[in-house]
């Protein structure tokens, strides 16, 4: 399986620049600033599907993963698909949950023909669904670095979830160690008790004085010091990383498996999305042939996604333009890894997404509505690809998560409230929707409060998580004395 570019030039003499699963696993994004993307999608016949009813949910990430991961012998990635999927490391599961099922399916309504389901993503160590893949990605990384005798020190910026996943999906792993900043005193009780309790060595939380903007502008500047960054091994975890968008392919095939008994049928699926990784992957699953109808993206007040599905228009937000909300995970300015799709949607056209891109730099957006003065008319195949849009907002939120514990009487998360706000907008008879959790309420319950008039219930393990040891520094927003520390602490 080849992996090109997304701003490759479409000339065939580039076609060389290619690489395998491996060459671009403990990378960022190409080197002419696009994204990977296969080369071509691996197809799912129905006799496999058939044959994956039956699979546990390690089997069936590692038989999805192969067709991605050619060039790890397939023994080695049983071993670590085996590894990683296990009841132990995803044991967070609500009372009435099957735990060994990883990613429990459960109906919510049905009625007039339509079914709305709730898929659980958030059973993981920091009860997101984040999880899913950084603890393949953990795992992964540790083996690829193995075997290349080599180091990896991941720097990054949190404000709150991918932060969290990715330390616990590489604390104690050899040969890497993680630089995670955050605004200090800025995240929920909850979340920083999550980061600062783990006491790993290779762990090192930096509270930066300042908001999530200072401590991103950081890596930015530190990883924009190419020297540096080379000599010390520097790299990321970030959402546009290519290994975690495959791993998250597979929840839509289990997804779907579970909620189906023929392949003759077809679901939908709602997804919560951000950085549009979570529900990239839903497209690549459906590229691939899972029989998928729609795919909803469910924005929250930052609604770049939803105003794009409806218009055409991408236009990416100011930092002031960008509102703090009570689904935080999901306060993007810009949607990072939304370059895959629009490739797709221009015919996998390598200097069109590139000229498109370089408007996003330079005007803040572009314009595909195929109206006069726009910068293209292929808003009108968004359709081909089954996406749909919708928004939701704080009070939304709100009554959603009344809603779903009155009716249903379950606790959800204000992420997976906007989810299933929007689910209910695009359902459909004869095709069940399934929504995505996203986290766990326990997570943000500062709004379940708000909502419910009661805490969210924690599960097992994380009770009195604010009264462990932290383990943090905390430092000015300055690059020369953030080199120094991790100049200090890698010892290269
Ligand atoms: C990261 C995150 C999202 C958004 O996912 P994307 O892949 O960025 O679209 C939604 N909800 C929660 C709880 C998250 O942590």
Redesign the pocket.
Known sequence: MQYVSTRAASSPAASSNSQQFSDILLGGLATDGGLFLPAEYPQVTGAELDAWRKLSYAELAFEILRKFATDIPEADLRALTAKTYTQEVYRNARPDDDAARITPLRVLEEGNGTKLMLQALSNGPTL???DMAMQLLGNLFEYALAKQKAELNIFGATSG??GSAAEYAMRGKQGIRVFMLSPHEKMSAFQTAQMFSLQDPNIYNIAIEGVFDDAQDMVKAVSNDLDFKARHKIGTVN?INWARVVAQVVYYFRGYLEATTSNDQKVSFT??????????AGHIARMMGLPIDKLVAATNENDVLDEFFRTGVYRVRKSSETYHTS?P??D?SK?S?FERFVYELVGRDGDRTRALFHKVETHGGFDLSGKPGSDGDEFKLVAKYGFKSGKSTHDDRLDTIRDVADDYGIVI?T?TADGIKVAREHLQPGVPMIVLE??LAA?FNETILDALGEDAERPQGFENIEDLPQKFVVMKADVEAMKAYIAANTGL
Request: overall charge neutral; glycine content about 8%; aromatic content about 8%.
């Open positions: 997101a669904f984040k979830d991918t959402s997804v919560p999305s951000g950085n549009f990784g979570n529900i990239c689904s995970s999901m993007i949607a890894n998360d992420h996203t986290a997570k």
